[in-house]
């Protein structure tokens, strides 16, 4: 019986070195590509990687960024209570209802992550998103060419649609089969060909890594009008001067929400350059808390408020953290509190007004002991 190639060498003493090489080569291969894909776990891959992507492709010029994943957010028990919150309309809008129709898309059930920033142009506000989900691109675009226009740039198929009612127009584009970026800014391709590297960029990052495991998020870049939009749009005596002045000292402000069971923690933080300004900020912030609590608990607000709404005002209130932070070049003020299926009742309620927020004095120069924290 004739004896086989491997057999012929192995006797000749020549395929056991070649054999031998063979599985030791083998093995620093398997061994590289377990490294390499433990790397691309760790810093590269998954939805981290997803999300750092989307975040890349916004303006760096923005004054403001919302991002939520959707998938992550409809997996929630927390995700059941709201969207039974929400008020429901009685008739779908028919333009919205005709796009439902033509495209199939519906964003509640097909729209997994999507990145929204603004950014001021002369007195208009620029809108732009980038949303990851499940789009039938062929009819889209049919939709979009029945009444748009489309053209192409730097390689992309950019195609525009009047908004009804006004002489807005909406242009778009699909970067793969499942993202889509849109904006009202007629130069959506200039917008696509900024660069991700600029000291902007960095700061933007910064921030949203710090938010990495937060589902929903929004990050502002301060100016002074956002701290008193922002403070004159708060209820009752948190419309306060003092509240306004230190909300315009601010640099960034990000809120953060992340489901914890049948609740929504929400995290919200201030940063500005001084500790001055965030040992202000945070006596206020308590300040208003206590004088909260106090005001539930006054005979007037008793009789005024249903008193489910009113324990589930004070176990909010109760359950709520301020604190600060030291990152070396900036200082920040942390306030932290759970958004209950119990709020959420009492929020179809009016809500109560506080007592007028508390005006607190500059601070003595002192030794400041707040620990530094990421």
């Known amino acids: 019986m004739p004896q086989s190639l491997f057999d012929v060498g192995l006797q000749n003493g020549e395929i056991a070195v070649n054999k031998r090489a063979w599985i030791v080569s083998s093995a620093a291969v398997l061994l590289l590509a377990g490294i390499a894909l433990s790397a691309y776990r760790l810093w590269g891959g998954g939805e981290n990687s997803l999300r ?14 919302a991002y939520a994943n959707f998938a992550e957010l409809r997996q929630s028990p927390f995700a059941a209570e709201l969207y039974a919150w929400v008020p429901r309309p009685q008739q779908v809008d028919a333009d919205y209802a ?15 992550q999507v990145a929204i920033a603004t950014f001021p142009r002369g ?16 009819r889209i675009v049919a939709y979009a060419s029945q009444s748009g226009t489309r053209e192409n740039r730097n390689g992309l198929q950019i195609f525009s649609v009047a908004v009804n009612g006004t002489p807005h127009k909406i242009s778009f584009t699909f970067l ?7 904006t009202d800014d007629p130069s959506l391709a200039a917008l696509l060909a900024e660069s991700p590297q600029s000291e902007d960029a960095k700061e933007w990052r910064q921030r949203f890594e710090r938010l990495a495991g937060s589902p929903v998020f929004a990050v502002i870049r301060q100016d002074a009008a956002t701290g008193s939009a922002l403070a004159s749009r708060a209820p009752g005596g948190l419309q306060s001067p003092q509240l306004s002045a230190l909300l315009d000292q601010l640099q960034w402000i990000t809120l953060a929400g992340k489901p914890e069971g049948d609740r929504l923690r929400i995290v919200a933080e201030g940063e500005c350059s001084t500790d001055g300004t965030a040992r202000q900020l945070s006596d206020l912030l308590n300040g208003v808390l206590v004088l909260a609590q106090a005001g539930l608990n006054g005979p007037k607000t008793r009789q005024q408020l249903d008193p489910q709404a009113r324990e589930a005002y004070l176990e909010m209130l109760k359950g709520a953290d301020v604190s600060r932070l030291d990152r070396g070049e ?13 709020f959420l009742a009492a929020a179809r309620t009016a809500v109560p007004v506080v007592p007028v927020a508390p005006v607190i004095p500059a601070p003595k120069a002192r030794p400041d002991k707040t620990q530094s924290r990421k």
């Not at 005709?98 to 997994?112: Q, S």
Request: net charge positive; glycine share 4%; aromatic share 10%.
């Open 330 to 342: 900036t200082k920040s003020v942390r306030l932290v509190f759970d958004v209950t299926p119990k």
């Open 98 to 112: 005709e796009f439902l129709r033509d495209t199939g898309f519906d964003y509640e059930r097909d729209l997994n």
């Open 176 to 182: 793969r089969k499942d993202r889509i970026v849109l």
């Open 123 to 138: 007195q208009d506000t620029i809108l732009f998103a980038v949303a990851d989900g499940r789009f039938d691109q062929k």
């Open 52 to 65: 750092q992507t989307l975040l890349a492709i916004l303006p760096v010029k923005a004054s403001a960024v």
